[in-house]
């Protein structure tokens, strides 16, 4: 994007919005990372979290409130700072829930794509209303990518593992792929939890019916996040849990794939 093209971007954004200066509670930000998104990437981790997910590696990032009272003007200057090393990247909101500070982080990403700048949202879709899209639809017109994390593909089984229920996040989805949002789809294999091949086979038939997903990433569950738990004084629940090999991540990956194609073949799940 040209210097000139990209100031009218931002003289328009600021007419429209105000001076940017919203503040969101923001608990770190990362000048260089490189599994968050395309490229190189700046990570901008927000505050608060409703879920309480098993094997979360970020529980200090739960609370409400916490963290650092941040303007996105403010993150944007710290994004200059090294924004010429993220030519290939750009900036991508994770958490934390990003979509629970919702006002801020469309803000954020308006001013970004302002700029000319690639956005990626890291969420599990739960503060998600489908009955009131309004604020949603104004987020996913400057958002190019959502990673959305689905964390178990049986509502039950869904609360069992972070206290909430899925409805919303799978609705979440269904909302993305009907305004043709690209997706990345996360999913984490917890031995015992989520690497059952019934509900592998089901999220897979679930997925079929996505174009608009463009990756799969099956991530093998590690308990590198103890020493956080330790650190806080929280007791890590899964603690008697081994972690998974990357060999067997794969498996599990290749039976939502056959799920898939079970779906496209109208072979029904179990």
Known sequence: MCVYFAMCKIKEYIQRNGEINMTGRIHSLESFGTVDGPGVRFVVFFQ???????YCHNPDTWEFGAGTEMTVDEIMREFDKCKEFLANGGITATGGEPLAQLDFLTELFEAAKAKGIHTCLDTSGITFTPNHTEKFERLIKSTDLVM????????QEHIKLTSQKNDNILKFAEFLRDHNITMWIRHVVVPGITDNPVYLNRLGHFLA????????????????GKVKYENLGIDYPLKDVEPMSKDDAVKCRDIILQGIKDELHGIKAE
Do not use: T
């Open 209 to 224: 019916h996505f174009k608009n997903v463009k990756a799969l990433d099956v991530l093998p569950y590690h308990d590198m």
């Open 148 to 155: 959305l994390d689905i964390k178990h593909i049986d509502p």
């Open 48 to 54: 608060g979290c409703p879920m309480r997910c098993l």
